[in-house]
């Protein structure tokens, strides 16, 4: 039960969990009054919440039918890495471009216990994939290209279909990012990290 005075950030952010966690799957039904029931909350701030999801692309109202969670087909989430191939192209020629070099740490520390393991857990690794592509925006400290990604919420729709391709293939291509960013070569930064994104639009699109 959430036990917030203002209801409307703590719900939303609940059902937004429910959704990318799957608990929600796509084309589901949102049965309103079994989650407010659920979260121990009115319709309002739940309504609210819906509506905020709406905008993000992850629920979508059908006339005369009720509210869903988004369902997304091959063509979106294609799409969706078209979008990813041009911002995060463009986020590593920033940090490159700023030669910062905590900025480098945060990046290199996400794949640093990988280097020396013969098998990688794929959980884990995964995690740290999801960690390395959100921090290679938030670094860049451009809050429009954040707001961009976030209200687009690019990264968490193409999360919920897990890795599109093993570590041995991505490791050290995530490696090569970070190595041009820290060397300060905005130019190969942007094209590692749009190849590193491609690659796996193409494998989907082979799909």
Same mark, same amino acid.
């Given at each position: 039960?959430?036990?917030?005075?203002?209801?409307?950030?703590?719900?939303?952010?609940?059902?937004?969990?429910?959704?990318?966690?799957?608990? $929600?799957?796509? *084309?589901?039904?949102?049965? &309103?009054?079994?989650? %407010?029931? %659920?979260?121990?909350? !009115? =319709?309002?701030?739940?309504?609210?919440?819906?509506? %905020? $999801?709406?905008?993000?692309?992850?629920?979508?109202?059908?006339?005369?039918?009720?509210?869903?969670?988004?369902?997304?087909?091959?063509?979106?989430?294609?799409?969706?890495?078209?979008? =990813?191939?041009?911002? #995060?192209?463009?986020?590593?020629?920033?940090?490159?471009?700023? !030669?910062?070099?905590?900025?480098?740490?945060?990046? =290199?520390?996400?794949?640093?216990?990988?280097?020396?393991?013969?098998?990688?857990?794929?959980?884990?690794?995964?995690?740290?994939?999801?960690?390395?592509? !959100?921090?290679?925006?938030? $670094?860049? *400290?451009?809050?429009?290209?954040?707001?961009?990604?976030?209200? *687009?919420?690019?990264?968490?729709?193409?999360? !919920?279909?897990?890795?599109?391709?093993?570590?041995?293939?991505?490791?050290?291509?995530?490696?090569? +990012? +970070?190595?041009? +960013?820290?060397?300060?070569? %905005?130019?190969?930064?942007?094209?590692?990290?749009? #190849?590193? +994104?491609?690659?796996?639009?193409?494998?989907?699109?082979? &799909?």
């Amino acid at each position: 039960m959430i036990e917030y005075q203002n209801l409307n950030e703590p719900v939303y952010l609940k059902v937004k969990e429910m959704i990318v966690s799957g608990e $929600l799957k796509q *084309g589901e039904k949102i049965v &309103q009054e079994k989650i %407010a029931e %659920a979260l121990g909350v !009115s =319709r309002t701030p739940l309504m609210k919440a819906l509506l %905020a $999801l709406e905008n993000e692309y992850l629920v979508e109202s059908i006339p005369r039918r009720g509210m869903y969670v988004r369902s997304l087909g091959q063509k979106e989430i294609f799409d969706i890495y078209v979008c =990813r191939e041009a911002l #995060e192209g463009m986020a590593a020629r920033l940090l490159a471009q700023s !030669s910062d070099k905590t900025t480098v740490k945060e990046l =290199r520390d996400c794949f640093t216990p990988f280097l020396s393991e013969e098998k990688i857990d794929i959980d884990v690794y995964s995690k740290a994939d999801e960690k390395f592509h !959100s921090l290679l925006i938030k $670094l860049t *400290g451009n809050a429009p290209l954040d707001k961009i990604y976030f209200f *687009g919420n690019i990264h968490e729709k193409v999360i !919920s279909r897990g890795l599109i391709r093993p570590p041995e293939e991505t490791l050290n291509e995530h490696i090569r +990012i +970070i190595d041009a +960013i820290e060397k300060g070569n %905005a130019d190969q930064a942007e094209k590692f990290a749009r #190849e590193h +994104i491609e690659k796996s639009r193409i494998l989907l699109l082979n &799909q």
